[in-house]
């Protein structure tokens, strides 16, 4: 690069030279040698100059043809060295990305090598998985298939026998419309019952509904009351059925029913009504007044089916036993119209569960917590709600089993 520099240099000079020298030369004529005489022809003369001045003219031209020659070379060679400097640039960058693509190809294989661990880790944890839900499937439907062996155990296959006349002889069939009543009657027991009265009823009012009392001490008036005033009502059908006793206000339940009957050995028993008569002569009169009233009015249809008035019953009730309790069993109290008859078998058709072999309605042994003053009582044998005002307990108790939660 550097020497062709100064040849375009020297050409510069040269071109200068040739330009200036036959301007400063060429008026002169030729040198004569020394001692030789040399004519001149003047058109001779212009010729020769002429043809002088056309030599330079053309190495003039020929030189600037090089010089521009060179300085195309010269322009030619800086392209191609920033040519080259660019190839030799793009060299390295593109080594630095060939570097880089490396680098990148490299993570990029290494993240797809723990991609593909990952996916074989979780392809594995997946069967796991799929392995363990069909594990737990058999595991539950085995208990299900078992839950339904033990249900099909607990639970009556067939159906429930309706039949108009469920009396059959000296056996009754009950169907699945029964209410149980055991232990003392109570608002929560006589709730009960009428819910299930009306329930039957809206369900079918011709099918008979039977009302089972196991063993009854009797209990509040008033919500005896309420089984009596539902009884009457119902559009079906009620059988009472006593199987072991049946005491005062259970007692008028089943006299009153229209029709009633109680196994060989069940008892029936009627007694006046007993309440607490508290204060001064005047207050005792009224409470006795009001007691009495009460009285007529459940005793007195009973009495009315026997045939007999209030009063007549009450000494009848007396003239049995010293106490007034009169007690008999079911052919007697068939025979004093309390029943309608006696029976020796019961058919029970409602059994369809376990669990209905429990009653709710019965009053257990526990305490009694007084909601107003949190005193609690407790109790050897059954608790009994307090009662409402107005409400007296009809209720057999010779041993003192039952006891009323009321706190005085």
């Known amino acids: 690069m550097k020497i062709r520099k100064k040849r375009i240099h020297s050409l510069f000079i040269a071109i200068a030279v040739m330009v200036l020298v036959p301007i400063a030369v060429f008026p002169q004529a030729p040198e004569e040698k020394k001692g030789q005489t040399v004519a001149t022809d003047p058109a001779e003369e212009s010729i020769r100059k002429e043809i002088e001045f056309l030599k330079l003219q053309k190495e003039f031209l020929e030189a600037k043809s090089k010089l521009e020659e060179e300085q195309k070379k010269l322009s030619q060679q800086k392209i191609n060295d920033t040519i080259n400097d660019l190839r030799i640039k793009n060299a390295l960058e593109e080594e630095k990305n060939k570097e880089v693509f490396r680098k990148f190809q490299q993570e990029s294989n290494d993240i797809q090598l723990e991609l593909n661990k ?34 099909t155990k607990n639970i009556v296959i067939g159906e429930v026998r309706y039949p108009a006349n469920p009396l059959q002889g000296k056996k009754i069939i009950i169907s699945d419309r029964k209410m149980e009543l055991n232990g003392p009657i109570t608002y929560d027991s006589a709730a009960e019952i009428v819910r299930l009265i009306d329930f039957y009823n809206n369900h079918s009012d011709s099918k008979p509904i039977f009302l089972v009392i196991e063993s009854s001490p009797g209990g509040s008036v008033m919500a005896g009351y309420q089984i009596l005033s539902a009884m009457k009502s119902s559009r079906a059908p009620i059988y009472v059925v006593v199987k072991s006793y049946a005491a005062s206000m259970a007692a008028v339940i089943t006299s009153s029913a229209d029709k009633s009957y109680a196994l060989d050995h069940a008892i029936i028993l009627h007694h006046q009504i007993r309440g607490d008569n508290y204060g001064n002569i005047t207050q005792q009169k009224e409470t006795l007044k009001f007691i009495e009233e009460w009285s007529e009015r459940i005793m007195g249809p009973v009495a009315k089916k026997m045939g007999i008035t209030t009063q007549e019953f009450i000494k009848k009730m007396y003239a049995h036993n010293s106490d007034g309790d009169w007690m008999e069993f079911s052919d007697g109290a068939a025979k004093t119209k309390w029943i309608t008859s006696t029976i020796s078998e019961i058919e029970d058709n409602s059994i369809r569960m376990r669990e209905d072999m429990e009653s709710s309605l019965a009053v257990r042994p526990g305490v009694f917590v007084d909601t107003k003053t ?19 307990y009809h209720l057999y108790d010779p041993y003192g089993q039952y006891s009323s939660g009321a706190v005085k």
């Open 374 to 392: 949190e005193n609690v009582q407790e109790k050897k044998s059954g608790v009994l709600p307090p009662l409402q005002p107005f409400d007296v």
């Open 118 to 151: 990952i996916r074989l880790e979780s392809t594995k944890k997946i069967e796991d998985m799929k392995n363990l839900e069909t594990r737990i499937f058999q595991m539950e439907t085995q208990i299900k298939k078992q839950k339904k062996t033990d249900e």
